[in-house]
């Protein structure tokens, strides 16, 4: 039994609302999307369209430039940075390509342009994933500024025990100077975190329109079948595809003789030094084979040695950088990058060992402080609790 | 971290404008001799501190400017937009018809309270605009009457309201010969205010920078434009960005964040009188010195001579008293160039010479009435005169 079409009564209201709305969806996705008024303009090749295509398609073709860095470009750098890109990427039309560099027209043809990239790729999505606010959720795994910078400076112990009452003073004018920075602080943290709130808050909205678009995308490509068939007929079309000479019959077969000729002399050569070697160091009879067998073991087992080594520090000697957090299922296959348990692994032994020297060093202050104190008769000393 | 900063008078307007200027085409200058990166990383850095941005792209100066008398005000902004590289805010000023005539009084007392209001209104839009504050710079005279009066106020305001934000006020120290009869008066007053409610004090002495114009730079006719450029030019050298450590990978975030320590600590001292200051000093003892390096081979400079204990105070170690920035970007297309900022001795000549005359103006009650007529009472006056013989007091102590 075939499966029977079922015709879904469609209210025409909705039918002529669904194209701009569609429109509308896949603009915001966009950056410097144009409205759904400027698409229909640009389907009759009104000349006030063209400028707001080429900028859309220099932002989409150019994406590593910085937001608003598109203002330093010149219009006219911006249509030939665009032609430019679209040949690159095998864009067939010619008629794009012989659009006048001022900006001033050509509306159909980018809007045919845009279409093309748009049925390549998932250019919204891409896009998106290349724009993404970066929300912090990276931590450094690698320590190496922490142990690059020399800390605080040791505060100095007075050996005769007499403090200046104007060092203390001075301690405590820096101490509210630290309180004050460590306020500052806070609220630029607030400050900032409201920021974030309205980038993410401005993503989502994209990411929602990104949505939209998919669902409503047929009835854009209907319509830019319309756009195609309003175009008046390519003259000639003439392939883009560069030509590639095909080479005489005859030509590459000295090639090939030359090259053979040139790898029976090299075989020659190596062979040659190699014999001149060997007989110099072949003198030397069985010790030598045996102390180069020796050798080569010692060898391995460096480079052995070193691997392991490498492997146990192994995952966090890896390149520096911030990494981001991301969450897999339980059983998926390994991706790149370093695995949670991993990284909690190497950090516990590190935290084991550092304790050990902690624990060291403080006997040894508590053993220093207990020679202070007998030094000094009738003073009570209280211990802080222990933990 | 960006600092606003509020130009009080005609002093301060004129050098925050050059502040402004200098600042800008430092950031903006192509042969910074070091990488594309640093150069770029630097220029956002100074843009952050100092200008905010606009939608056409022309920078404007976070700043607040205040006078009496439109007339330096409207040619500072002219003088700003006139530049097309960099402006002032549109709504940033405020100004009345009528000056101070030179008189703190007027200034602190009437002017300070009437326009409290709208003056704080500005500074805080201009707080707002700013992602992080990290203080404010106030630029004003130390003896005029607005910029003096006005300045002391608007300080006192803006401890109370931003406690937690750094203040430092830029004061220009009047001529030893200067016009304004109650000059000294008028120091006196601003120091004792500002001394409590502000958190450094940079001054300029007229003089020096006269004698710099004169001896250094062969300026026949000095004019105060000459004056003010090479203010900005030493402010800029300062302010403008550093890596604080060895191995840093930022550019400090703390433009204002230097450890001064301003206050010798004041009470709980014997006071050991007046000091005689024929005593020759053999150092110049301090508490607090930075030097700030740019330029060419900044890595290698030797600050050893820097670190010598015997230029600084017993009960302090140089590591603590001594810190170095640095950069290989050079400044304004000098090679090399270092700064010195200094927290010593050295002013206690000047502050006990002003301190001087002006106790010899007041034991004759001279032109008190100008003041008592406005609210500032003979006891503000004392008051004033005592801070200030502990403030010098302190600093003599520090040679102990």
């Keep these: 039994m075939g499966r029977r079409r079922r015709r879904r009564r469609v209210d025409p209201a909705d039918a002529a609302r669904a194209l701009p709305e569609a429109i509308a969806a896949l603009s915001q996705t966009l950056p410097a999307g144009p409205s759904p008024e400027t698409f229909r303009r640009a389907k009759f090749d009104r000349p006030e369209a063209a400028p707001a295509f080429w900028r859309l398609l220099f932002c989409v073709l150019s994406p590593q430039l910085p937001d608003g860095a598109s203002a330093s470009f010149s219009p006219e750098a911006q249509v030939r940075s665009v032609k430019l890109a679209l040949r690159t990427q095998g864009y067939p039309r010619r008629a794009l390509a012989q659009l006048p560099d001022d900006g001033s027209q050509g509306g159909r043809e980018l809007l045919l342009a845009l279409a093309w990239l748009l049925a390549r790729e998932p250019l919204p999505e891409r896009l998106l994933a290349q724009n993404r606010v970066q929300l912090g959720d990276e931590m450094h795994v690698c320590e190496c500024e922490a142990l690059a910078s020399p800390g605080p400076p040791a505060p100095s112990v007075e050996a005769d025990g007499c403090v200046d009452i104007r060092h203390l003073q001075w301690l405590m004018g820096k101490l509210r100077f630290r309180w004050r920075n460590l306020m500052a602080s806070q609220q630029e943290q607030c400050a900032l975190l409201g920021k974030l709130l309205r980038r993410l808050q401005r993503e989502n909205a994209r990411l929602q329109a990104a949505l939209e678009w998919r669902r409503r995308e047929l009835v854009f490509w209907q319509w830019m079948d319309t756009v195609l068939d309003a175009c008046p007929p390519e003259a000639s079309q003439p392939t883009f595809l560069p030509r590639i000479p095909t080479p005489a019959a005859g030509a590459l077969e000295p090639l090939v003789r030359e090259l053979q000729a040139l790898q029976g002399e090299l075989r020659e050569a190596v062979e040659a030094r190699r014999a001149a070697w060997e007989a110099g160091v072949g003198g030397r009879g069985p010790e030598w084979s045996a102390a180069r067998t020796a050798l080569r073991e010692a060898v391995g087992q460096d480079l052995a040695a070193l691997r392991r080594a490498c492997e146990r520090g192994g995952s966090l000697a890896q390149p520096h950088g911030p990494r981001r957090l991301v969450r897999t299922e339980a059983g998926a296959p390994r991706g790149p990058g370093l695995r949670a348990p991993e990284v909690i692994e190497a950090l516990r032994s590190r935290e084991a060992r550092l304790e050990v020297v902690l624990r060291r060093l403080q006997g040894q202050c508590r053993q220093e402080l207990a020679r202070l104190v007998g030094a000094l008769p009738g003073l009570v000393w209280i211990l802080p609790p222990g933990r | ?400």
């Design chain 2, 1 to 400: 971290m960006s600092i606003v900063t509020v130009q009080l008078g005609q002093c301060g307007n004129q050098i925050g404008f050059e502040v402004f200027d200098a600042l800008f085409s430092d950031s903006h200058c192509p042969q910074g001799l070091c990488s594309k990166r640093e150069n770029e990383a630097y220029q956002a850095s100074c843009k952050e501190r100092f200008f905010s941005e606009e939608e056409n792209g022309v920078p404007i100066a976070r700043a607040v400017l205040v006078d009496m008398e439109p007339k330096v005000i409207n040619q500072t902004l002219s003088k700003a937009a006139h530049s097309g590289r960099w402006k002032y805010g549109q709504h940033s000023c405020f100004c009345q018809k009528q000056g101070s005539g030179n008189n703190w009084a007027y200034g602190y007392s009437v002017h300070g309270p009437r326009h409290e209001e709208s003056i704080m209104n500005l500074i805080q839009k201009e707080v707002e605009k700013c992602d992080s504050l990290n203080g404010f710079l106030i630029i004003m005279s130390m003896a005029g009457g607005t910029g003096s009066g006005l300045g002391a106020f608007v300080t006192q305001n803006l401890q109370d309201r931003y406690s937690n934000s750094l203040k430092m006020n830029q004061i220009i120290w009047p001529y030893g010969t200067g016009e304004v009869i109650v000059q000294n008066y008028n120091s006196i007053l601003t120091l004792s205010h500002l001394y409590r409610s502000s958190d450094a004090l940079l001054i300029h002495e007229n003089d020096a920078v006269h004698k710099i114009c004169a001896k250094l730079m062969n300026i026949k006719q000095i004019s105060f434009r000459d004056i003010n450029q090479v203010l900005a030019h030493q402010l800029g050298s300062v302010f403008q960005p550093t890596y604080s450590g060895e191995g840093s990978f930022h550019y400090r975030r703390n433009p204002l964040g230097i450890d001064w320590q301003v206050r010798p600590p004041l009470s709980g001292l014997p006071m050991l009188g007046k000091m005689s200051l024929n005593k020759e000093f053999h150092f110049n003892t301090s508490i607090a010195n930075l030097v700030i390096l740019r330029g060419k081979d900044v890595h290698s400079a030797e600050l050893g001579a820097f670190k010598d204990p015997a230029l600084y105070t017993s009960w302090l170690e140089p590591v603590h008293a001594f810190s170095v920035w640095k950069t290989q970007r050079a400044f304004s297309k000098y090679e090399k160039s270092a700064a010195l900022v200094s927290n010593s001795q050295f002013l206690v000549k000047p502050l006990d010479m002003i301190v001087g005359k002006a106790w010899n103006m007041f034991a004759s009650k001279a032109y008190i009435h100008q003041y008592t007529k406005f609210g500032i009472e003979e006891e503000d006056f004392l008051d004033s005169f005592t801070l200030l013989e502990q403030v010098i007091a302190s600093y003599c102590n520090l040679g102990f």
